[in-house]
T-cell receptor, first 109, second 116 residues
Framework: GQNIDQPTEMTATEGAIVQINCTYQTSGFNGLFWYQQHAGEAPTFLSYNVLDGLEEKGRFSSFLSRSKGYSYLLLKELQMKDSASYLCAVLDSNYQLIWGAGTKLIIKP | GAVVSQHPSWVICKSGTSVKIECRSLDFQATTMFWYRQFPKQSLMLMATSNEGSKATYEQGVEKDKFLINHASLTLSTLTVTSAHPEDSSFYIC????????????FGPGTRLTVT
């Protein structure tokens, strides 16, 4: 079966750094996406990794290791507006997105 | 960036009636569109995938006769919830993909359906 695991909830402090992990077991791999979703809103695209390594985009970075079936999203200089759910999704061999359950990130002042 | 609109953004209907939700890609041609449902505090659940001009592919457990999907053009897909019941109340989100250029899915803003 196909499976994507990420923590259900994490808490961090404003101004700090947080790393959200995602592990996956899928039938094939054509890339991994991270999306941000605020409560009551649709997901918005954050990053896409298809090759191993770190992709940096402002305060957000995403890392991928295909051999380990592992990715993380790193958020720096946390702001209160970063409180949201972060969804990890893998594009499988049929180019279908397999979604993780999401990680709810709570930012405290 | 690619923009996807959804209409209506929220709707309240009576049990037994049908509701149609529209999803449009505004500045690109969507070769594939996806319909998701999301219950409070839960993750996205893919309902069906549709390609323009062909029948939608429904996920296991999703009743195709209850959730009618029409992808009539490269910029429009509709989801009709037929004979709605209170348990159909949910947040319905569409996404669209321009498969000729990328596999990223662009999401609409969602439609909150409440069935009374």
């Amino acid at each position: 079966g196909q499976n994507i695991d990420q923590p259900t909830e994490m808490t961090a402090t404003e101004g700090a750094i947080v790393q959200i992990n995602c592990t996956y077991q899928t039938s094939g791999f054509n890339g991994l996406f991270w999306y941000q979703q605020h409560a009551g809103e649709a997901p918005t695209f954050l990053s896409y990794n298809v090759l191993d390594g770190l992709e940096e985009k402002g305060r957000f970075s995403s890392f991928l290791s295909r051999s380990k079936g592992y990715s993380y999203l790193l958020l720096k200089e946390l702001q209160m507006k970063d409180s949201a759910s972060y969804l990890c999704a893998v594009l499988d061999s049929n180019y279908q997105l397999i979604w993780g359950a999401g990680t709810k990130l709570i930012i405290k002042p | 960036g690619a923009v996807v609109s959804q209409h209506p953004s929220w709707v309240i209907c009576k049990s037994g009636t049908s509701v149609k939700i529209e999803c449009r890609s505004l500045d690109f041609q969507a070769t594939t569109m996806f319909w998701y449902r999301q219950f409070p505090k839960q993750s996205l659940m893919l309902m069906a995938t549709s390609n323009e001009g062909s029948k939608a592919t429904y996920e296991q457990g999703v009743e195709k006769d209850k959730f009618l999907i029409n992808h009539a053009s490269l910029t429009l897909s509709t989801l009709t919830v037929t004979s709605a019941h209170p348990e159909d109340s949910s947040f319905y989100i569409c996404s669209a993909r321009d498969g000729d250029h990328s596999y990223e899915q662009y999401f609409g803003p969602g439609t909150r359906l409440t069935v009374t």
